[in-house]
């Protein structure tokens, strides 16, 4: 079963504005992360955010994580044309489900020139 | 450096048809690793997933088998093909006690 639902499914939005992305997931989690994936091809990551963190940035990048509410948000700040793509979360199991990594639906990024 | 081998990148096989997805890892040790489906505009599907050679957990009761005969092997198989198998399969490997994935460029099987 998806452990992470995104939500919006999709968001248009214009050059230089800021997309946010959030992610639900159900159970206790060691850590979340987030990817990104062109049309038709295969993920690659993004930014890794712990348990015991409640905010990360890299670059135009930043991750919220709020454990009560079992949520994450991914911010893309001044984006670009080259940011369209899906964003997905990814969170990996506690205690003995560790090695499972397991998606979300995904939102799918339109950024327009 | 690691690289991850996934092929063929395309495939279209008739209903009934057996199936078989090479993975291959090159570049590190004992990597723990994945097969994904994802169905057109979804999300990843977990399939199968393997911390050891011949170790295999099974996410999802269907028409698919993985096996793993290999460290840096993993192959996904079907003897008999369905046209819900249609889709695009990603592999992916990571080593144990570290978060990050690294995905091939997936395959897209057609069942006709």
């Known amino acids: 079963s998806q452990q992470g639902e995104e939500d919006p499914q999709a968001l248009s939005i214009q050059e230089g504005e800021n997309a946010t992305m959030n992610c639900s997931y159900k159970?206790?989690?060691?850590?979340l992360q987030w990817y990104r994936q062109n049309s038709g091809r295969g993920l690659v990551h993004l930014i890794l955010i712990r348990s015991n963190e409640r905010e990360k940035h890299s670059g135009r990048l930043r991750v919220t994580l709020d454990t009560s509410k079992k949520s994450s948000s991914l911010l893309i700040t001044a984006s670009r044309a080259a940011d369209t793509a899906s964003y997905f979360c990814a969170t990996d199991g506690s205690g003995g489900s560790n090695y499972k990594l397991t998606f979300g639906k995904g939102t799918l990024l339109t950024v327009n020139p | 450096s690691q690289t991850i081998h996934q092929w063929p990148a395309t495939l279209v096989q008739p209903v009934g048809s057996p199936l078989s997805l090479e993975c291959t890892v090159e570049?590190?040790?004992?990597?723990?690793l994945y097969w994904y489906r994802q169905a057109a505009g979804r999300g990843l599907q977990l399939l199968f997933y393997s911390v050891g050679i011949g170790q295999i957990s099974s996410e999802v009761p269907q028409n698919l088998s993985a096996s793993r005969p290999q460290d840096r092997q993993f192959i996904l198989s079907s003897k008999k093909l369905l046209l819900s198998d249609s889709g695009f399969y990603l592999c992916?490997?990571?080593?144990?006690?570290?978060?990050?994935?690294?995905f091939g460029q997936g395959t897209r099987l057609t069942v006709v």
């Open positions: 159970t206790s989690i060691n850590n």
């Open positions: 570049g590190t040790s004992n990597p723990n």
């Open positions: 992916a490997w990571r080593m144990t006690g570290m978060s990050e994935a690294f």
